[in-house]
């Protein structure tokens, strides 16, 4: 077999990998084998800067970051190792005089959906600027066989398969057979002289299957490392010649659940169960390979905080804190307290969220049962903490639960929020007293994105014409972005600019047509995507939708502006009220777009299945972004950042990094509207809130009542008693205000140079929000750890 060095051209790579990996001759080849051959060859041209970026960790005898996360949203990475290492235009050529597009060959890839949204995604962007960064890491998480479930509609409904990616080629893994380790649940604590000894009842393999990211110009590659749940015994000899077929496999499926699917729905007492499984299943694999590595290099453990830098993504992996603690004082023979101050040396959390459903609790029976170790110190390091803070008020353990956010916080040396306004709010509401005890323990990283997949591989046309203006220094200087700003005020680059969008939103329209709805590119594109939820507020975007397209019927020779509504995101299984307002949104489609009164002036558009490939699409098209979220509840939101980049304007709610996007992008490019968080906060006091806005916006009351006379098929109880009711997420206190600025927007959109002007300064002054100062900002903050170059 010849082996394609990577001293031949990338062209003799392809074909050698075509010829000998794929065993195909370039006649016949699919476009799957096309895609894998050149997979495998822009995979070989990554082992040689891989290779060095460990030895150079290695050599440096410096601090490694491992970032434990439960999801890693890496969607495709052909395309961004392609774009990473400079061969997009050999790609492109080669591919060209086949008679083949190359990024139909990219689009091939199946989407890794291992993850559900803005932290998952987060995860993916931090391992490429780390790489592109020169920090040394590896990231740490599961290799769900199914990941995210894949979405599809029924009759407007969500409906759930599995989602198969790992079934189809995959390119990028190395297993690794000699990575593996034992990891135990239940069973029985022993005391055997002085020595505490777990005696799990079950245990499964953790098997490493290794992903190398690379960084900008190849500079560095770190790992992504996610750990496959196998059994011990494979199979049961004895029950299979029984002829007991199906309990024969039995220990391999139960083994396996662990790594199946992303996030059962843990609604069930099962559910839950197999969830926590998973979390300490990767956190325990992942802490035994880092005390491995560090065991291979240093002999005292008292150095851990000085070379190890373990950060949390949220409090999914929070059990680390009393895992490490095990590992140093049952397995290592270090002193508890010592193993305390050990712990926290080396571990940070990031939280996501202040929504109280969403803080992970365990009930106690539930930790007893699977992890009866963990329990016992858990309890050691609440009462060390009540001993030291004897007036405290907040309990790790209380109600019947064990409680993840108070451990984490107290785990680690840094906590941080991911925004400024988020930060904040941590420290007056949820860790307000912990805040008390420990000040100065958190700190904020407001999120960022990467550049390389977010604007230079999915908005090529933008990528070029800014290149063409200030060079591409921009690409990993990302505030260099600034140089274009005199550019606004220029017909010709506005032009430009202008027609990149335009031929982005005909990529889309196409798109959209392929899949049943015509749309004018020439119309307003108006974009929400993301997870749907009650407080990111789909449902006040729609209610706008079906007013709007009320007074549309009403005169519908009136000087509207044709615009195009787009709605994208999966909820989550168990979360029925946003089941609903997925539904609403179809069936609110189905009317107004075969409304023939209004369907040149509006559509709705909801294209299914929402992920990171999705997103590509769709943002390079937007011009508007919504951004709507309750003051108070998104912690910060990552798609305005990309929606702002790629010179969409948002309309949006002071709320999590909205703020300091306009702030930078300045507050005459942003359409702001409502409550602020305190004003959100003293509007749930006011009796009947919500029948008082209802009774005092027509425009308000007309759209529900459209809704409840079955205009759209059903009535959708659910959602207008909710609305009604308590209404919690204040949409019908909002609306008002949110008329308001959409039709500012409309009028703003109507000056064509004025809204490229705007565009453009969106693009020019959102540099800040690349990822790559994210990290900079955690190295310098939380994990003390130097960038390496090779
Ligand atoms: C998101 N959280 C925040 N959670 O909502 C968003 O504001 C922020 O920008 C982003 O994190 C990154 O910091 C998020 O995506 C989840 O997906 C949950 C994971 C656990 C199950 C429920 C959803």
Aim: hydrophobic residues 40%; negative net charge.
């Amino acid at each position: 077999m010849t082996i394609p060095r990577p001293g031949d051209t990338l062209a003799d790579a392809i074909r050698q990998h075509l010829k000998f990996s794929l065993g195909k001759s370039s006649d016949v080849a699919t476009l799957t084998d096309w895609r894998m051959a050149l997979s495998l060859a822009v995979r070989d041209r990554i082992v040689d800067p891989w290779f060095a970026s460990t030895r150079a960790a290695y050599d440096k005898q410096g601090k490694r970051v491992y970032y434990l996360s439960m999801e890693f949203l890496i969607g495709r990475l052909l395309e961004d190792a392609t774009v990473n290492l400079g061969l997009m235009d050999e790609v492109t050529e080669f591919f060209q005089s086949r008679g083949l597009d190359a990024r139909k060959v990219m689009q091939d890839e199946p989407d890794a959906a291992l993850g559900n949204g803005g932290l998952g995604r987060l995860a993916a962007c931090f391992l490429e600027s780390m790489s592109t960064v020169g920090c040394p890491a590896y990231g740490y998480g599961i290799r769900y066989e199914h990941g995210l479930f894949r979405q599809s509609f029924d009759r407007g409904r969500q409906m759930e398969g599995p989602e198969d990616w790992l079934t189809e080629a995959h390119a990028w893994e190395y297993e690794r057979t000699e990575a593996q380790y034992r990891i135990g649940f239940g069973g029985q604590v022993k005391q055997l002289g002085d020595r505490t000894v777990w005696q799990p009842a079950e245990t499964v393999l953790a098997r490493a299957y290794d992903t190398p990211m690379i960084g900008w110009q190849g500079r560095w590659a770190n790992t992504l490392r996610l750990w496959s749940a196998r059994p011990e015994t494979v199979f049961d000899l004895g029950r299979f010649n029984a002829g007991d077929y199906y309990g024969a496999a039995e220990p391999e499926n139960l083994a396996r659940t662990i790594s199946r699917v992303l996030y059962p729905d843990d609604t069930t007492e099962d559910g839950k169960r197999l969830r926590l499984k998973q979390e300490f299943f990767f956190t325990a694999a992942s802490l035994r390979d880092i005390l491995r590595r560090f065991d291979s290099e240093y002999d005292d453990l008292k150095l851990l905080p000085e070379k190890v830098a373990i950060q949390l993504n949220d409090t999914h992996p929070a059990i680390a804190g009393p895992e490490l603690v095990r590992l140093l004082v049952d397995e290592k023979g270090m002193a508890f307290e010592d193993a305390v101050t050990v712990a926290q040396g080396c571990l940070g959390y990031t939280n996501h969220t202040l929504l109280p459903e969403a803080l992970e609790r365990w009930s106690v029976k539930l930790m007893t049962d699977l992890l009866p170790r963990h329990m016992q110190i858990i309890e050691m390091i609440d009462a060390m903490h009540k001993n030291a803070h004897p007036d405290r008020k907040v309990e790790m353990i209380g109600g019947g639960d064990v409680q993840m956010g108070p451990i984490a916080f107290f785990m680690a040396h840094k906590v941080n929020g991911v925004s400024a306004l988020h930060t904040e709010l941590m420290k007056e509401t949820v860790f307000a007293e912990l805040n008390r005890l420990h000040p100065n323990r958190i700190v904020n990283e407001t999120n960022g994105i990467t550049p390389r997949r977010w604007v230079l591989g999915a908005n090529p046309r933008l990528s070029r014409l800014v290149t063409d203006a200030i060079g591409d220094g921009w690409v990993d200087d990302l505030e260099r972005l600034q140089e274009i700003e005199p550019l606004a005020d220029d017909s010709s680059f506005r032009d430009a600019y202008d027609a990149a969008k335009r031929a982005n939103k005909a990529d889309l329209a196409a798109y959209l047509g392929q899949r049943g709805l015509s749309v004018d590119p020439d119309a307003m594109f108006d974009v929400q995507i993301k997870r749907i939820h009650e407080y990111k507020r789909q449902h006040l975007n729609i209610l706008q939708t079906i007013a709007l397209w009320q007074e549309m019927k009403d005169a519908p020779q009136g000087n509207w502006l044709p615009q195009v509504k787009i709605f994208a995101g999966k909820a989550a299984p168990g979360y029925v009220f946003a089941k609903e307002i997925i539904h609403l949104i179809n069936a609110v489609a189905e009317v107004i777009n075969a409304d023939p009164d209004t369907s040149h002036l509006l559509k709705v558009a909801y294209p299914a299945n929402y992920n990171v490939s999705l997103a590509e699409r769709l943002i390079p098209a937007a011009e508007v972004s919504q951004q709507i979220s309750t003051a108070g509840k998104e912690a910060s939101g990552t798609g305005n950042m990309k929606f702002a980049l790629n010179g969409a304007l948002t309309i949006g709610t002071l709320d999590g990094a909205n703020v300091e996007i306009r702030e930078l992008v300045g507050a005459e490019n942003f359409f702001l509207f409502g409550m602020t968080a305190p004003e959100v906060v003293a509007r749930r006091e006011v009796a009947e809130h919500a029948k008082k806005a209802i009774a005092a916006d027509p425009r308000l009351k007309r759209a529900m009542d459209a809704i409840e006379a079955g205009i759209f098929g059903e009535r959708f109880p659910s959602i207008i008693e909710n609305l009604m009711g308590h209404d919690y997420f204040c949409v019908t206190s909002d609306f008002s205000d949110y008329w308001r600025a959409s039709r500012e927007l409309e009028v703003a959109y109507r000056d064509r140079a004025e809204w490229t002007r705007m565009a453009i300064l969106n693009t020019a002054r959102s540099g800040w929000f690349s990822s790559d100062r994210t990290i900079r900002g955690y190295m310098a903050d939380i994990w003390g750890a130097e960038a390496l170059t090779i």
